[in-house]
């Protein structure tokens, strides 16, 4: 089996360290690295949106919890 | 024809992820705001995989220490109960984690990278000529390999890295 090696891993860095400045040539290798995760947003037709990975249903309801306040209805996270 | 701006593409640091998902949390003005010109202008943002982790420890250790939210928040979430209820701790980190990805899904492009060794191998360097902590050393090192200068953090301790251009986002104190 052969490994290949991705391009990722193998940049040629300058005095300060870094890989040459990226371009589309290298975004391309990146979305291409199936060790890279590639979203587009808003961009339904790419098939690439943004999925996001946790659903954990709340095992109870937030009224079980207080009788006021409700964060469901906050705008704490969510902007 | 891509109407993405690819002259900017920037690295996220964790500690402007939270701010910017999480309101009331420290600089979430600045991060707001840094947050609302990143989607409006269509640029192309970078993070580490290891930014997840990172993310729930935050999120957290601000649950955990409900001094660091504004009193309405801890109110909203309860937050005085979080030593002695799991329901109020799994309700806190969840929705926190929602919003995280609600975040990521506003973005244009995103490409989270993996922690590869080669990856840890160039951090080491990293921590000890910039005297950073592993992980932002890590952050540094994904941002250089694949040649990202635009850095988005609220953390001031990355300014002594040579060569990348530190976005700080911090509210006015």
Redesign the interface.
């Given at each position: 089996m052969s490994l290949k090696r991705q391009q990722f891993d193998m940049p040629v860095l300058d005095d300060d360290g870094f890989a040459p400045p990226i371009d589309e040539a290298r975004r391309e290798a990146l979305r291409n690295d199936p060790a890279v995760r590639y979203y587009r947003n808003p961009d339904p037709a790419s098939g690439l949106l943004y999925k996001p990975t946790l659903r954990v249903a709340f095992p109870v309801e937030p009224s079980e919890l207080t009788d006021d306040d409700d964060p469901e209805d906050s705008h704490v996270f969510c902007r | 024809m891509r109407s993405i701006d690819?002259e900017s593409?920037s690295y996220l640091d964790t500690r402007f992820v939270v701010a910017?998902?999480?309101?009331?949390s420290h600089h979430s003005i600045a991060a707001?705001q840094e947050?609302l010109r990143l989607v409006s202008t269509r640029r192309?943002v970078y993070f580490s995989?290891f930014l997840r982790v990172e993310v729930t420890q935050a999120l957290f250790r601000m649950g955990a220490n409900p001094a660091r939210l504004p009193a309405d928040?801890r109110?909203?979430?309860?937050l005085d109960r979080w030593e002695h209820d799991f329901?109020?701790r799994?309700?806190w980190m969840?929705?926190?984690?929602?919003?995280f990805?609600?975040?990521?899904?506003?973005?244009?492009?995103?490409?989270?990278?993996?922690v590869?060794t080669?990856i840890w191998q160039?951090s080491v360097?990293?921590m000890a000529h910039y005297r950073l902590w592993s992980i932002d050393a890590v952050h540094v090192?994904t941002a250089?390999?694949?040649?990202?200068?635009n850095f988005i953090t609220c953390d001031l301790g990355f300014g002594r890295v040579?060569?990348l251009h530190v976005i700080l986002v911090r509210d006015q104190s």
């Open positions: - | 690819v593409d910017a998902a999480v309101n009331g707001h947050w192309s995989s928040v109110a909203r979430y309860i329901l109020i799994h309700r969840v929705q926190g984690i929602e919003a990805e609600t975040l990521l899904a506003t973005f244009a492009e995103v490409y989270e990278l993996p590869t080669e160039h360097p990293i090192a250089q390999m694949i040649g990202i200068r040579d060569g």
